[in-house]
């Protein structure tokens, strides 16, 4: 990807800021000159995060508040959104599901998706914009202990999709784009996970994660969103696995 350098004026909200990927995606975002707009609805980790990153400023909000998405982008008038946020699945095999706890991704993840990417459709962004949504490489191979997170990060790849369309046909000049990362043990959502895959494969957590290479860490998840920010719209595609190794299209 070839790529502008300068996020000065390039106004960001990161979703899901205040710890994990969406902390790191921060971090880097700030780092690299944008100013960010941390939203979480836990204060405390943002305001830390504000305080140690001049660039940064907090909200706290429940992003999956069908209020909060209008609400935020039309007084930040945000260039660039990306949307971390996700809630914990449960994680036990389909007969220890609830339907409450099996659809806890689709109340929290798809919402949140949705809201936000409704907004930006309907404001619209500004021109130039780019609207970021963290589906999982779960869409690609399922999570059968997982409930319904990955059918929830599937769909949220459609809606990234549908919404992509709909700015181009509407010649908005924004860019959806889903990034799914692959699991990784440093946050923690991926952590129990990782532990239930590998105790169900009959491995240690160290076997099991040799399948995948180097660990996906927040610091590469923010490597790689500065490096798709900045990419140029041209080369930018609709869908990456994201990976220890950084960002890959996908067909
Ligand atoms: N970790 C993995 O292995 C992995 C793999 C593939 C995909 N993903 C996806 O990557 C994203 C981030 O995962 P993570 O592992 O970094 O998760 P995490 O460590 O649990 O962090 C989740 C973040 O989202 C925020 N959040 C949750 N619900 C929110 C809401 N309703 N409104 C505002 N903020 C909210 C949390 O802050 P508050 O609780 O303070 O609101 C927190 O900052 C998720 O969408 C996840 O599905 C993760």
């Given at each position: 990807m070839?790529?502008a350098?300068d996020?000065?004026?390039?106004?960001t909200i990161?979703v899901g800021?205040?710890r994990?990927?969406?902390?790191?995606i921060?971090?880097?975002?700030a780092?690299?000159?944008?100013?960010?707009?941390?939203?979480?609805?836990?204060?405390?980790?943002?305001?830390e995060?504000?305080?140690?990153?001049?660039?940064i400023?907090?909200?706290?909000?429940?992003?999956?508040?069908?209020?909060?998405?209008?609400?935020?982008?039309d007084?930040y008038?945000?260039?660039?959104?990306?949307?971390?946020?996700?809630a914990?699945?449960l994680?036990r095999?389909?007969?220890?599901?609830?339907?409450?706890?099996?659809?806890?991704?689709?109340?929290t993840?798809?919402?949140?998706?949705?809201?936000?990417?409704?907004?930006?459709?309907?404001?619209?962004?500004?021109?130039?914009?780019?609207v970021?949504?963290?589906?999982s490489g779960?869409?690609?191979?399922?999570?059968?202990?997982?409930?319904?997170?990955?059918?929830?990060?599937?769909?949220?790849?459609f809606?990234?999709?549908?919404?992509?369309d709909?700015?181009?046909?509407?010649?908005?000049d924004?860019?959806?784009?889903?990034?799914?990362p692959r699991?990784?043990?440093?946050?923690?959502?991926g952590?129990p996970?990782?532990?239930?895959?590998?105790?169900?494969?009959?491995?240690?957590?160290?076997?099991?994660l040799?399948?995948?290479?180097?660990?996906?860490?927040?610091?590469?998840?923010?490597?790689?969103?500065v490096?798709?920010v900045?990419?140029?719209?041209?080369?930018?595609?609709?869908?990456?696995?994201?990976?220890?190794?950084?960002?890959?299209?996908?067909?």
């Amino acid at each position: 990807m070839t790529s502008a350098s300068d996020l000065s004026d390039r106004t960001t909200i990161v979703v899901g800021a205040s710890r994990g990927l969406g902390r790191g995606i921060a971090t880097a975002l700030a780092e690299a000159g944008a100013p960010v707009i941390a939203v979480a609805r836990t204060a405390s980790p943002i305001v830390e995060l504000a305080n140690r990153t001049g660039t940064i400023q907090p909200e706290v909000a429940d992003a999956s508040d069908a209020t909060v998405a209008g609400s935020l982008i039309d007084r930040y008038e945000p260039q660039v959104v990306i949307l971390v946020a996700g809630a914990s699945p449960l994680i036990r095999p389909l007969q220890h599901q609830t339907w409450e706890t099996f659809s806890v991704n689709w109340q929290t993840d798809v919402r949140i998706g949705f809201h936000w990417v409704r907004e930006a459709l309907l404001k619209p962004l500004r021109r130039g914009s780019r609207v970021v949504v963290i589906s999982s490489g779960a869409a690609l191979a399922g999570s059968p202990l997982s409930g319904g997170y990955a059918g929830a990060k599937a769909t949220q790849r459609f809606i990234t999709a549908y919404a992509r369309d709909e700015a181009k046909r509407a010649e908005l000049d924004i860019t959806f784009t889903a990034v799914l990362p692959r699991i990784t043990p440093l946050t923690d959502l991926g952590r129990p996970a990782v532990q239930a895959y590998a105790t169900r494969s009959g491995q240690t957590v160290e076997e099991y994660l040799q399948q995948f290479g180097e660990p996906l860490t927040p610091e590469v998840a923010g490597a790689a969103l500065v490096e798709l920010v900045r990419a140029d719209v041209a080369g930018v595609g609709p869908s990456y696995l994201l990976t220890g190794a950084g960002l890959q299209a996908l067909p």
